[in-house]
């Protein structure tokens, strides 16, 4: 069974620096999709960036990158420029590509504090 | 606007008692989907249903059940034999790689 690890429960950063979440998982499979979820206070589940592990380049969505190192199972979330609002619970998520087995593996989640 | 409805909001349990949680869609996605959250914890798939009239036990499915008699709803019904049912209840649903989530329903029990 997959298993996804965050080894950071919580972080912090001052708002305009840049901060990294680590995220690493276990898998046998050579295929699958990879996510970065965002939880604000709201408790919303809020679609950040997905990385498809055939893709060598890593995916980047405006001031959020991924660091994806498929040989190391690593899969880090890069934010630039925090703001204020990027304050949240992070989670890291797994996803088989096979169809009719489409459900997400989640990390146990990482609350970023951004400091004014 | 397109989304994913959950309701209630928030939602109270009376011992021996089934409460059912409601979730719509309109966006036309085929997969659906109830995890489980609990505080310091990330979510955990308790049921999901990939066509109507069809759906799969999650990782801990004990204690709920589901139906998916039409594509835009998947309602989860939390059962007298769910003994510790005091979480956040997130619906989502996919049609390809993405999951698009609503916005839960607390469950607590009097």
């Known amino acids: 069974a997959q298993t996804v690890t965050q080894s950071q429960p919580e972080m912090s950063v001052q708002e305009a620096e840049t901060v990294t979440l680590s995220c690493t998982y276990d898998t046998s499979e050579s295929d699958y999709y990879l996510f970065w979820y965002k939880q604000p206070p709201s408790r919303q589940m809020i679609l950040v960036i997905r990385?498809?592990?055939?893709?060598?380049q890593n995916a980047t969505e405006n001031r959020f990158s991924v660091n994806f190192q498929k040989a190391a199972k690593s899969f880090s979330l890069k934010i630039s420029d925090s703001q204020l609002g990027d304050a949240a619970m992070y989670f890291c998520a797994y996803r088989t590509p096979n169809f009719g087995n489409e459900k997400l593996t989640f990390g146990t989640g990482t609350r970023l504090t951004i400091i004014p | 606007d397109g989304g994913i409805t959950q309701s209630p909001k928030y939602l109270f349990r009376k011992e021996g008692q089934n409460v059912t949680l409601s979730c719509e869609q309109n966006l036309n996605h085929d997969a659906m989907y109830w995890y489980r959250q609990d505080p310091g914890q990330g979510l955990r798939l308790i049921y999901y249903s990939q066509i109507v009239n069809d759906f799969q036990k999650g990782d801990i499915a004990e204690g709920y059940s589901v139906s998916r008699e039409k594509k835009e709803s998947f309602p989860l019904t939390v059962t007298s034999a769910q003994k510790n049912p005091t979480a956040f209840y997130l619906c989502?649903?996919?049609?390809?790689?993405?999951?698009?989530f609503g916005d839960g329903t607390r469950l607590s029990i009097l």
């Open positions: 989502a649903s996919s049609i390809g790689r993405a999951q698009h």
């Open positions: 990385q498809e592990a055939y893709k060598q």
